[in-house]
């Protein structure tokens, strides 16, 4: 074998002039006019994703995980203002990522639904239905995409998640959690760029696509 959840200060203001055509205040230089808000975004943590996803079968599933590398999420932030956007650190410009990035994820049950209606049995995942996925990773700038090589898998295993109701857990369906972690190369690529996961079944269909993006 994968819209991240951030802390967020958001400060928004709006203005609304209905101004007559030569009025003084139409006549205004763009210089005098208030400045557009600034929005700060945090990624102290990492930045996660998370999507859904579906099989031939009928059986569901949710992907969610975190991008992470040692010490370069910590005090990182993402400022936005009218003149553009910049990533700093205290007083550091930050452009590109580090040498590699950790990705850990993790594929478990979801239950398939149309709004707030059941539509079928449940369908639990399998071993053999989640080996059947197979993942693409990929660099998104602007609408391009560029596949990652050299992708290494660190971590992989599997665990029975524990029932609510214990004390009927002979009875119930068996279900797992699976948990990768990845490295992904990283060197040189712009902090602006997002990393795109697909996981697609059997006969090259799409069943789940998620970006992970600052």
């Given at each position: 074998m994968c819209a991240p959840e951030l802390h967020v200060t958001h400060i928004a203001l709006a203005a609304i002039f209905l101004l007559?055509?030569?009025?003084?205040l139409a006549q205004k230089p763009a210089k005098n006019q208030k400045p557009?808000?600034?929005?700060?975004?945090?990624y102290d943590g990492g930045v996660l994703f998370e999507t859904d996803g579906s099989l031939p079968n009928g059986a569901c599933f949710r992907v969610s995980?975190?991008?992470?590398a040692p010490d370069f999420f910590?005090?990182?932030k993402r400022v936005d203002t009218e003149e553009g956007t910049v990533f700093r650190r205290g007083a550091e410009t930050v452009s590109k990522f580090p040498e590699a990035l950790l990705v850990s994820y993790i594929?478990?049950?979801?239950?398939?639904?149309l709004g707030l209606e059941k539509i079928a049995e449940p369908v639990y995942l399998t071993e053999e239905m989640v080996e059947s996925l197979r993942l693409s990773i990929y660099w998104k700038h602007g609408v391009d995409l560029q596949a990652v090589k050299n992708v290494k898998e660190l971590h992989?295993?599997?665990?029975?998640?524990?029932?609510?109701?214990t004390a009927l857990a002979a009875e119930l369906p068996r279900r797992y959690e699976w948990s990768f972690q990845l490295a992904v190369p990283s060197a040189g690529v712009s902090v602006s760029d997002s990393l795109v996961f697909v996981f697609r079944k059997p006969g090259d269909r799409i069943a789940a696509r998620v970006a992970a993006r600052m």
């Open positions: 007559a055509p030569g009025t003084a557009l808000p600034r929005t700060v975004w945090n995980g975190r991008l992470g910590e005090n990182l594929i478990r049950d979801q239950p398939c639904t992989a295993r599997v665990d029975r998640i524990a029932p609510y109701a």
